[in-house]
């Protein structure tokens, strides 16, 4: 793919806040790049660094170390944002305000309040748009906060947890527009979750998020086709085994779920005896040790879902 194609670059991104408990790495060391016209999604636990992430792409954080490239010169122009922790006072109407969002990004005012009324409309919230934001429920302000993210068109488009305060109907809603805007305005977005189930549908490639690192990167077809031999191991005390393996081979792919531990590997046959060696050593009891072979898609969801 052409250096162009990609609308972001991100190299060796790292974040550390210092807390008082010391330094803490909330987003270490990721990579990854962003084609153009193409929805990402980036899944993960809470905590797990995606909206730290998210802030230092938006420019709210400066990242500790690392590079983010653009394919855009002024970002300021072609960003949407809808930020996690959204700040909207309660005195404001929300037509007013879109209008006027709209006219500092060079809208003149009759086309940006035709505008913020088409979304309103498209939300349903057409009989509200003169109200108070006071009265609005959260629902309704996630929506306000999307049209403000849409009023001028945006080229790249990240949304940090857009869904959490909608009902079933508005997301189905987001997400069809979503998909609308990728494939026939070849916008990029990015959006955030700590849900596959709820983005599957409408993303294109899927970055998941653990801990600060990025653990897996794959479009969603490739995820769903893969499969990875898997080694499922019992034992007492899964935490402290599971420690002791990561430490002794230096492999990403160590997991617990229901107090099994998850070795993903496509190499397992080769890890195998080594691993057992490992587990044995550890003085913990063996109860048992299985390899299966099961997709990608599985073990993501599974993780996803303990
Ligand atoms: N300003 C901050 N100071 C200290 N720690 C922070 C700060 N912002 C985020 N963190 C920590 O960084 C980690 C990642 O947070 P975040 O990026 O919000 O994760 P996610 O969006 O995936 O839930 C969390 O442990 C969080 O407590
Ligand atoms: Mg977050």
Redesign the pocket.
């Known amino acids: 793919m052409e250096e162009n194609e990609h609308a972001i670059t991100v190299e060796n991104l790292t974040?550390r806040?210092?807390?008082k408990r010391g330094i803490?790495t909330?987003?270490d060391n990721i990579n990854f790049k962003i084609r153009k016209g193409k929805i990402y999604g980036l899944i993960?636990?809470?905590?797990?660094?995606?909206?730290?992430?998210?802030?230092m792409l938006v420019k709210l954080v400066k990242p500790t170390s690392g590079k983010i490239s653009y394919c855009y010169k002024e970002l300021n122009k072609i960003l949407g944002y809808v930020p996690?922790k959204p700040v909207l006072y309660n005195e404001m109407r929300p037509i007013e305000y879109l209008t006027y969002l709209g006219k500092l990004s060079g809208i003149d005012k009759g086309e940006a309040t035709k505008i913020a009324k088409h979304y309103f409309e498209l939300f349903n919230l057409k009989e509200s748009g003169n109200k108070k934001l006071a009265t609005f429920s959260s629902g309704m302000k996630q929506k306000v906060l999307i049209a403000q993210a849409l009023m001028h068109n945006p080229k790249l488009l990240i949304l940090?947890?857009p869904t959490t305060a909608l009902d079933p109907s508005g997301q189905a809603q987001l997400l069809e527009i979503l998909k609308y805007l990728s494939t026939e305005k070849n916008v990029t977005i990015l959006i955030?979750s700590?849900h596959m189930e709820e983005l599957e549908r409408i993303i294109d490639y899927v970055l998941i998020?653990d801990k600060?690192k990025i653990i897996l990167d794959s479009e969603i077809e490739e995820l769903r086709k893969k499969t990875a031999e898997q080694l499922e191991i019992e034992t007492t005390n899964p935490d402290k085994v599971a420690e002791i393996i990561r430490k002794k081979i230096k492999i990403n792919n160590i997991v617990i779920i229901k107090n099994k531990i998850i070795v993903s590997s496509n190499k397992i046959s080769d890890l195998r005896k080594e691993i057992v060696k490992i587990v044995v050593e550890s003085g913990e009891e063996v109860i048992s040790v299985h390899t299966v072979k099961k997709s990608l898609w599985s073990i993501v969801m599974e993780k996803l879902e303990k």
């Open positions: 974040k806040y210092k807390t803490f909330a987003v993960g636990p809470n905590g797990a660094g995606k909206t730290t992430t998210i802030k996690e940090d947890e955030s700590h998020f600060g």
